[in-house]
């Protein structure tokens, strides 16, 4: 069978919660040269995925010692001359604010909130954004070219059905580099991705692998939107225009000393609980639709119009979208059952996100036809079947 988007051929659902072994897992994204360039979420041999074993481990772990860690840590980096002494960054969300306001009024720190802006704001992502700001906060927000910021998602959809890399690529680079301008050496996120899609160990270290957002040297092969860098050209984007996509040497990150951190190390993390913070310390705005398309929650990935293809396409993908990933964290977490679960996830996974979809189409610049080409394409056989002009997927969580 023609297994498409380096997956597994055999689909396993985890026994405890909903996910399934065709997840991917966080990688560079500039050395995707395709679709296939992917890794998967780690499965034992009793069924049970990676990522409930460590909610497992985090079950065990001394909480009170992990805040004292982080209080160390705040002090190792501590500044009182008024300067800013941690980078945070932050789209406005309910989880970077948590982490930025913890930051500044539990631990004393200044930190300096930076944005790298999404492809379209949507009303909501913009009011929430705006009122991270008024709650306390400088901010530096990074907007990239315009045009290659187009361009390099019409890319990103077509050669790997993934819209949202670039987004994924300056966020992962814009905090570094602002951290060097300011002489800043701790940067701090909020959830290490680990704790939902990755393999048990990732989990166990509180710093980000650098490898995220260096390269080795100036020779290295980069791909954006699986086209090499010299190849860009042909597509109207010439490296001088792609600066911050660029990932920084990996020799100036070291020589800067560094550390990037994620804040769920030391705090037990939970987005439903940074949800009702944001609200109290921020008025925090979940989604004024009632929920998100493709899911049942209301109060995140709120801030770009693209978000909802984001989750769509990894539906077409890997056969699991956006409701999935709420139900397999809401499950780990213990507000629903895994019968809760499933019976959500056939009830919203996979929607098609309809209300800025005209928009995405226009930013792109391609037709709903090339569109439905290139998501149909991307529909693997072992997953997806077409039965009376309707595509089903073969496998559905019970």
């Known amino acids: 069978m023609n297994v498409l988007h380096g997956l597994p051929e055999k689909v396993m659902f985890c026994k405890r919660c909903c996910i399934s072994n065709q997840r991917p897992s966080t990688k560079r994204e ?12 780690g499965f034992g041999a009793d069924g049970v995925c990676d990522t409930c074993k460590w909610f497992d481990y985090k079950a065990t772990i001394n909480w009170t010692e992990r805040e004292e860690r982080l209080k160390v840590l705040c002090d190792r980096f501590r500044r009182n001359d008024g300067s800013y002494d941690v980078i945070v960054p932050s789209s406005g969300g309910k989880d970077s604010f948590y982490v930025a306001h913890q930051l500044k009024h539990v631990y004393g720190m200044n930190p300096l909130t930076v944005t790298w802006a999404p492809h379209r704001y949507t009303d909501i992502g913009w009011q929430n954004f705006q009122s991270m700001i008024d709650a306390g906060f400088d901010n530096i927000l990074v907007t990239p070219n315009g045009q290659v910021h187009k361009i390099l998602t019409k890319l990103a959809f077509e050669n790997l ?24 050496q701790l940067i701090m996120y909020g959830e290490n991705q ?3 899609h990755n393999n048990y160990e990732d989990n166990l270290s509180p710093l980000m692998d650098i490898s995220h957002f260096t390269r080795e040297s100036e020779k290295d092969d980069l791909y954006f939107g ?27 990150v070291e020589a800067a000393k560094l550390e990037v951190h994620f804040y769920s190390f030391y705090k037990n993390w939970s987005p439903q609980e940074n949800y009702y913070y944001a609200m109290e310390h921020s008025g925090f705005l979940s989604n004024p639709d009632g929920r998100s398309e493709g899911t049942y929650t209301k109060f995140a990935s709120l801030d770009d119009k693209i978000d909802g293809q984001h989750y769509y396409t990894m539906f077409i993908k890997f056969g699991q979208g956006r409701a999935m990933n709420d139900v397999n964290r809401d499950i780990r977490d213990g507000f629903i059952s895994r019968e809760e679960g ?7 996974d996979g929607e098609f996100p309809a209300k800025y979809f005209k928009e995405v189409l226009e930013y792109m610049g391609i037709s709903e036809d090339r569109y439905w080409e290139v998501i149909n394409n991307a529909r693997s056989p072992h997953l997806w079947e077409n039965v009376d002009g309707k595509w089903k997927l073969k496998h559905r969580v019970s």
Do not use: C, W
Request: hydrophobic share 40%; charged share 25%; proline share 7%.
């Open 30 to 41: 500039f050395s995707k040269k395709s679709s296939a360039d992917t890794d998967t979420v």
């Open 161 to 184: 059905v993934n819209p949202f890399q670039p987004f994924i690529i300056g966020q992962k680079n814009v905090a570094p580099r602002i951290a060097i301008q300011y002489g800043v």
């Open 194 to 196: 680990a704790e939902a």
């Open 226 to 252: 699986g086209v090499h860098i010299k190849d860009l050209p042909q597509h109207g984007v010439n490296e001088k225009d792609i600066l911050m996509y660029k990932p920084m040497l990996r020799s100036e």
């Open 342 to 348: 499933v019976e959500l996830i056939n009830k919203y």
